[in-house]
């Protein structure tokens, strides 16, 4: 039962260059959602999508994108990174039984 | 702009001591509250969680009391051990499932 799998785990890339973070569930929960990490600040919400086909934006969507044609994944695209998009990047799916979010193991992003 | 609240930023407590975590919120949409844990190196996994209707959830040493009126909740950790040490995060769900998170709170126990 691997739950969660985020990919890369760790990624250095260029500010402009097109990143794309992978996130992969095998529950098929319908909600899924992408959050950002930040010394001082939580974790903040970037984008998040009630099924497949169906995404909406978080409290800090600009300069991502994301898509979910499948229920198991749900990619999150930085289009032209910039260093402000330094970050921990959390994957999570919605589990009605516990009534909680569960969060992958994270993508630590360096964005030069 | 934080919509929850978090104090302190970090602790340091003596093993078998009592730790404190504050939150307070604003939005009374917020109808689920949350405490994650989080230990370097991994996501963050549910602690424990109350709902508004509730004053108080215990679960072993694990403690929520909720003020509603004053739109405030705490985490209380007793007999705190050093397995304990990690980083806490009090959370504010809405629609949708979406939570809002405090800054959180590094603990760290001391033997």
């Known amino acids: 039962d691997a739950g969660i799998t985020q990919s890369p785990r760790y990624k250095i890339t260029e500010t402009g260059r097109q990143v794309t973070l992978m996130c992969h569930q095998t529950?098929?929960?319908?909600?899924m959602f992408w959050y950002r990490q930040d010394l001082g600040h939580g974790l903040r919400l970037i984008y998040y999508?009630?099924?497949?086909?169906?995404?909406d934006k978080g409290e800090v969507p600009d300069g991502y994108v994301v898509s979910r044609s499948k229920t198991e994944n749900f990619p999150l695209t930085l289009e032209s990174a910039t260093r402000s998009q330094t970050s921990v990047y959390f994957c999570?799916?919605?589990?009605?039984?516990?009534?909680?979010?569960?969060f992958g193991p994270g993508t630590r992003l360096l964005v030069l | 702009q934080q919509q929850v609240k978090q104090s302190p930023q970090s602790l340091i407590v003596q093993k078998g001591g009592i730790s404190i975590i504050n939150c307070a919120y604003e939005?009374?949409?917020?109808?689920?509250f949350p405490w994650y844990q989080q230990f370097p190196g991994k996501g963050p996994a549910l602690l424990i969680a109350?709902?508004?209707?509730?004053s108080e959830k215990k679960e072993g040493r694990f403690t929520i009391s909720f003020n509603k009126s004053a739109k405030q909740f705490s985490l209380h950790i007793m007999d705190s051990q050093p397995g304990d040490s990690a980083t806490y995060f009090c959370?504010?769900?809405?629609?949708?499932?979406?939570?809002?998170f405090g800054a959180g709170t590094t603990v760290t126990v001391r033997a």
């Open positions: 999570a799916t919605y589990r009605g039984r516990e009534q909680t979010q569960y």
């Open positions: 529950w098929s929960h319908s909600y």
């Open positions: 999508s009630a099924a497949a086909d169906i995404t």
């Open positions: 939005n009374t949409a917020f109808d689920y």
């Open positions: 109350i709902r508004p209707d509730v």
């Open positions: 959370a504010a769900e809405y629609n949708d499932y979406k939570l809002s």
